[in-house]
């Protein structure tokens, strides 16, 4: 059975930080794309970062220089580390799991993240 499950989010003041995680299982781990997606309360889910199977990373501009993506592939366990928050980072955030050949993807079921003094 397949599973990603998301932990870390909660309630931080705007400069703070917020470490997320996600524990996978069920799948070969290091042979996936692993993802960080965010949905805000009425707007479009989005891509935040994503780190391959090979420890490449990208992110979005607006995350540059303050979230770091990182994964432990013995663990079975990607990281988003997110530093300096604003408000705006406010929203559920998504874990998601890619493999090119076969093609499988997976959801978590994400973790409410909220930035507010």
């Known amino acids: 059975q397949v599973m990603l499950v998301e932990s870390g989010g909660g309630l931080v003041q705007p400069g703070g930080s917020l470490n997320l995680s996600c524990a996978a299982s069920?799948?070969?781990?290091?042979?996936?794309?692993m993802s960080w997606y965010r949905q805000a309360p009425g707007k479009e889910r989005e891509l935040v970062a994503r780190i391959t199977s090979g420890g490449n990373t990208n992110y979005t501009d607006s995350v540059k220089g303050r979230f770091t993506i990182s994964r432990d592939n013995d663990k079975g366990t990607v990281f988003l580390q997110m530093n300096s928050l604003k408000s705006e980072d406010t929203a559920v955030y998504y874990c998601?799991?890619?493999?090119?050949?076969?093609?499988?993807?997976?959801w978590g079921q994400g973790t409410q993240v909220t930035v507010s003094s």
């Open positions: 069920g799948f070969t781990f290091s042979s996936y794309r």
């Open positions: 998601h799991a890619r493999k090119i050949l076969p093609r499988r993807e997976y």
